[in-house]
């Protein structure tokens, strides 16, 4: 089975600044599918990015990128020039395909940026 | 593209009561999604559908959990005599089988409070 963990369950950024979420996992799987996703106060989640394992460049999606370290099984998130409308908890998710590709969740980051 | 639609937005019931929540999926979508989500934690999966055939099913969902699709388009998800710890979001998530990697598109989900 596998498992996801975010450290950090809380963190804060100045408004344009640039802010770093962790999320390691754990599989004995070699082909799987990475997730970041937002879920802003009593509002619906929402697909930030996505990252394939068998791909070595990390994705980026404008102002979101990640770090994917396969070996270290790591996979953060970092949001560039950060904008009030970031604040949200955001999930890190885990996908084995062709196995119904349901979702592993981390315990989520409650990320604040501030004005 | 509506949209993932969950109803009721919120259920507020007395312990050992039944209720039943539905999901009407993106129309295209043939894999449908169910998930919990406790306060403070990420989604955990309860079970999933292909076009009408549940083909997974949690060890979360206890015998007092059943969910449907019966036509392959929305879904149903019951739970009979509701306890303290079915508090709870339940969201439903809806995704295209077209590839391995399709994104699940998340409803605003259900929120149960148990009396």
């Known amino acids: 089975a596998q498992t996801v963990t975010q450290s950090q369950p809380e963190m804060s950024v100045q408004e344009a600044e640039t802010v770093t979420l962790s999320c390691t996992y754990d599989?004995?799987?070699?082909?799987?599918?990475l997730f970041w996703y937002k879920q802003p106060p009593s509002r619906q989640m929402i697909l930030v990015i996505r990252?394939?394992?068998?791909?070595?460049q990390n994705a980026t999606e404008n102002r979101f990128s990640v770090n994917f370290q396969k070996a270290a099984k790591s996979f953060s998130l970092k949001i560039s020039d950060s904008q009030l409308g970031d604040t949200a908890m955001y999930f890190c998710?885990?996908?084995?395909?062709?196995?119904?590709?349901?979702?592993?969740f981390g315990g989520g980051t409650r990320l604040m940026v501030k004005p | 593209d509506t949209g993932v639609s969950q109803d009721p937005r919120h259920k507020i019931t007395k312990r050992g009561q039944n209720v039943t929540f539905r999901c009407d999926p993106i129309?295209?979508?043939?894999?449908l999604y169910w998930y919990r989500q406790t306060l403070g934690q990420g989604p955990e999966f309860l079970t999933y559908?292909?076009?009408?055939?549940?083909?997974?099913k949690s060890r979360l969902l206890s015998d007092r959990f059943s969910a449907e699709r019966p036509k392959g388009s929305f879904s149903t998800l019951e739970i009979q005599r509701t306890e303290q710890g079915d508090s709870a979001m339940y969201l439903c998530?809806?995704?295209?089988?077209?590839?391995?990697?399709?994104?699940?598109?998340f409803g605003d989900g259900t929120r149960l409070s148990i009396l």
């Open positions: 998530a809806s995704s295209s089988s077209d590839s391995s990697n399709q994104p699940q598109h």
């Open positions: 599989t004995s799987e070699n082909n799987y599918y």
């Open positions: 990252q394939e394992a068998y791909k070595q």
């Open positions: 998710a885990f996908m084995k395909p062709n196995a119904g590709n349901m979702l592993t």
């Open positions: 129309s295209e979508h043939n894999r």
């Open positions: 559908f292909q076009n009408e055939a549940q083909l997974e």
